[in-house]
């Protein structure tokens, strides 16, 4: 038996009688739908937008090649990427890189102070160019601003671990590698042993990297880049540090950090290199001659007029011969407006604040560029967090071994022990820190921090850049030298900033009675 229902409305049911039915506002759902989502829109205005999204895989190689070849090419030439890539250096590295921390701890749990220095000693003097680089070329240091410049340059960086005799006096070192030298459109699909390459690297079936193929590691050869025959270099993965910033789910290979940055950084280029033109040709003000009907030189006559100026001086002209003066006026106050947006938008590309990398401090108060300057440390923290993971840590993991096996020494003669060397594998990275923006203020409350337990004497000690234990042993030792020179108690208090005078015990002296 079949049944009707009566008709509704988005109210209720279809009124009866003489009542006036009630009008629907729903909207049918693919309406509502496309009102969700402006970006969603397929229409003129949006016609070059993608709308199928594409792998990672194919993302690197359609562009990775091009971006990188733009790259180093605005690197060369535009003064606001040679900037950025100064200040990634110079915030992530450092003038003296990423610090060593040697932590190692007895069983009691208090750091072994000889241990730890006898293994900072010998990580800094294989930190030096002659040990650390297979070439004996660039220092510890150099190597990972080296490995900064590379990233944001042309997106990532690859280091080749040498080993044995070749590699210096520690028996370890590290080769640079051109990142190109891998190519990134190099791939074969699924093989027999369920391996495949994807942008020069081999992966097993989980993604876990393999080997790294390159066009050549040898330096004498110039062609690098030229790999016609596939004849490549099979370097295992264990041999090689590749690092950089995975933005996608999958990513193999990395990409310049420059990359959204750089159409507008070579529009702005081209923009300035006319406007410079523009201002020199209106710089040097000039004009034409004309002559009037019937007068001047035939057509076959090679004769010109010329007139020199001269200040306070005019010049007669010849009967018939009229002056027409060309005098452009660009570029005019439009320059500094546009310029200074495409910088902005620049900036946000790059990840630093406008006037840094413009070094444009006009209309600035001390709180605005104060807030810039602490947001974009946090990013810079972030990235020397991401450049101890990729490079630092991996190549202290394979130098502690061996340097342990050749022999680290204490100052008694004694080596440390390769047995113990979970023991000594504790480690903390110092990365650079910054000056106080405003140091009068920022150590009150630093202080005041400490003092309502809030953070320690150590960690505002690591926020300055130093490491706590080196500071409290140079004060112990400053302290001690100062007894030793028979300067008393209550002086050395005052010139550690305590306040003297007391009753004893750290009371306030009592009154005169």
Same mark, same amino acid.
């Given at each position: 038996?079949?049944?009707?229902?009566?008709?509704?409305?988005?109210?209720g049911?279809?009124?009866?009688?003489?009542?006036?039915?009630?009008?629907?506002?729903?909207?049918?759902?693919?309406? &509502?739908m496309?009102? +969700?989502?402006?970006?969603?829109?397929?229409?003129?205005?949006?016609?070059?937008?993608?709308?199928?999204?594409?792998?990672?895989?194919?993302?690197?190689?359609?562009?990775?090649?091009?971006?990188?070849?733009?790259?180093?090419?605005?690197?060369?030439?535009?003064?606001?990427?040679?900037?950025?890539?100064?200040?990634?250096?110079?915030?992530?590295?450092? @003038?003296?890189?990423?610090?060593?921390?040697a932590?190692?701890?007895?069983?009691?749990?208090?750091?072994?102070?000889?241990?730890?220095?006898?293994?900072?000693?010998?990580?800094?003097?294989?930190?030096?160019?002659?040990?650390?680089?297979?070439?004996?070329?660039?220092?510890?240091?150099?190597?990972?601003?080296?490995?900064v410049?590379?990233?944001?340059?042309?997106?990532?960086?690859?280091?080749?671990?040498?080993?044995?005799?070749?590699?210096?006096?520690?028996?370890f070192?590290?080769?640079?590698?051109?990142?190109?030298?891998?190519?990134?459109?190099?791939?074969?699909?699924?093989?027999?042993?369920?391996?495949?390459?994807?942008?020069?690297? =081999?992966?097993?079936?989980?993604?876990?990297?393999?080997?790294?193929?390159?066009?050549?590691?040898?330096?004498? =050869?110039?062609?690098?880049?030229?790999?016609?025959?596939?004849?490549?270099?099979?370097?295992?993965?264990?041999?090689?540090?590749?690092?950089f910033?995975?933005?996608?789910?999958?990513?193999?290979?990395?990409?310049?950090? +420059?990359?959204?940055?750089?159409?507008? +950084?070579?529009?702005?280029?081209?923009?300035?290199?006319?406007?410079?033109?523009?201002?020199?040709?209106?710089?040097?003000?000039?004009?034409?001659?004309?002559?009037?009907?019937?007068?001047?030189?035939?057509?076959?006559?090679?004769?010109?007029?010329?007139?020199e100026?001269?200040?306070?001086?005019?010049?007669?002209?010849?009967?018939?011969?009229?002056?027409?003066?060309w005098? @452009?006026?660009?570029?005019?106050?439009?320059?500094?407006?546009?310029?200074?947006? +495409?910088?902005?938008?620049?900036?946000?590309?790059?990840?630093?604040?406008?006037?840094?990398?413009?070094?444009?401090? =006009?209309?600035?108060?001390?709180?605005?560029?104060?807030?810039?300057?602490?947001?974009?440390?946090?990013?810079?923290?972030?990235?020397?967090?991401?450049?101890? /993971?990729?490079? &630092?840590?991996?190549?202290?993991?394979?130098?502690?071994?061996?340097?342990?096996?050749?022999?680290i020494?204490?100052p008694?003669?004694a080596?440390l022990?390769?047995?113990? $060397?979970?023991?000594?594998?504790?480690?903390?990275?110092?990365?650079?820190?910054?000056?106080? $923006?405003? @140091?009068?203020?920022?150590?009150?409350?630093?202080?005041?921090?400490?003092?309502?337990?809030?953070?320690?004497?150590?960690?505002? &000690?690591?926020?300055?850049?130093?490491?706590?234990?080196?500071?409290w042993?140079?004060?112990?030792?400053? $302290?001690?030298?100062?007894?030793?020179?028979?300067? @008393?108690? /209550?002086? $050395?208090?005052?010139?550690?900033?305590?306040?003297t005078?007391?009753?004893?015990?750290?009371?306030?002296?009592?009154?005169? =009675?």
């Amino acid at each position: 038996m079949f049944g009707f229902l009566k008709p509704t409305t988005a109210h209720g049911p279809e009124p009866t009688g003489g009542e006036k039915p009630r009008t629907s506002r729903m909207l049918p759902m693919g309406r &509502i739908m496309a009102r +969700m989502f402006q970006a969603g829109k397929q229409d003129r205005l949006q016609s070059e937008w993608p709308t199928m999204p594409l792998p990672v895989d194919d993302i690197v190689r359609r562009n990775q090649r091009v971006l990188v070849a733009r790259s180093r090419e605005q690197a060369v030439n535009n003064d606001y990427a040679r900037s950025f890539l100064r200040m990634a250096r110079q915030n992530i590295v450092g @003038p003296r890189g990423v610090q060593l921390q040697a932590e190692p701890r007895d069983t009691n749990g208090r750091i072994d102070n000889l241990a730890a220095d006898a293994i900072e000693a010998a990580f800094k003097e294989w930190g030096k160019a002659q040990n650390c680089d297979v070439a004996g070329v660039q220092s510890w240091r150099a190597l990972q601003g080296l490995a900064v410049t590379s990233t944001a340059r042309d997106g990532e960086f690859m280091f080749i671990k040498i080993f044995g005799p070749a590699a210096g006096p520690f028996g370890f070192a590290l080769q640079a590698m051109d990142p190109q030298r891998c190519p990134p459109d190099f791939d074969e699909n699924r093989r027999r042993d369920g391996t495949f390459i994807r942008s020069g690297i =081999e992966f097993n079936k989980y993604g876990r990297p393999l080997a790294y193929y390159f066009t050549t590691t040898d330096e004498e =050869e110039t062609q690098v880049y030229s790999y016609g025959g596939r004849r490549f270099v099979r370097v295992p993965a264990d041999r090689v540090i590749h690092g950089f910033l995975r933005e996608f789910t999958g990513q193999k290979r990395g990409l310049p950090w +420059m990359g959204s940055a750089l159409w507008r +950084m070579n529009q702005l280029k081209g923009f300035e290199d006319a406007a410079l033109v523009n201002a020199r040709v209106a710089a040097a003000k000039g004009g034409f001659f004309e002559w009037q009907e019937g007068y001047g030189p035939d057509l076959d006559e090679d004769e010109e007029l010329l007139m020199e100026a001269e200040a306070g001086a005019f010049q007669e002209l010849p009967a018939g011969v009229r002056f027409k003066e060309w005098n @452009p006026q660009y570029p005019q106050g439009e320059y500094a407006a546009y310029v200074k947006a +495409m910088l902005r938008g620049i900036a946000a590309g790059l990840g630093v604040a406008y006037n840094n990398l413009a070094n444009d401090l =006009e209309g600035v108060n001390f709180s605005s560029i104060r807030q810039g300057a602490l947001d974009e440390r946090e990013a810079w923290k972030e990235l020397q967090e991401w450049l101890i /993971e990729s490079l &630092i840590e991996p190549v202290f993991m394979e130098w502690l071994p061996r340097a342990l096996l050749w022999g680290i020494e204490l100052p008694n003669g004694a080596a440390l022990r390769p047995e113990r $060397i979970e023991k000594y594998r504790a480690v903390v990275w110092q990365p650079r820190r910054w000056a106080w $923006i405003d @140091p009068k203020s920022e150590v009150a409350a630093a202080v005041a921090s400490k003092n309502n337990l809030l953070t320690s004497p150590g960690q505002i &000690i690591r926020d300055t850049g130093r490491d706590p234990d080196t500071v409290w042993r140079e004060l112990a030792a400053d $302290i001690a030298a100062m007894r030793t020179a028979g300067i @008393p108690d /209550e002086f $050395i208090m005052q010139a550690m900033g305590q306040k003297t005078g007391g009753g004893g015990n750290g009371q306030p002296p009592a009154e005169d =009675e």
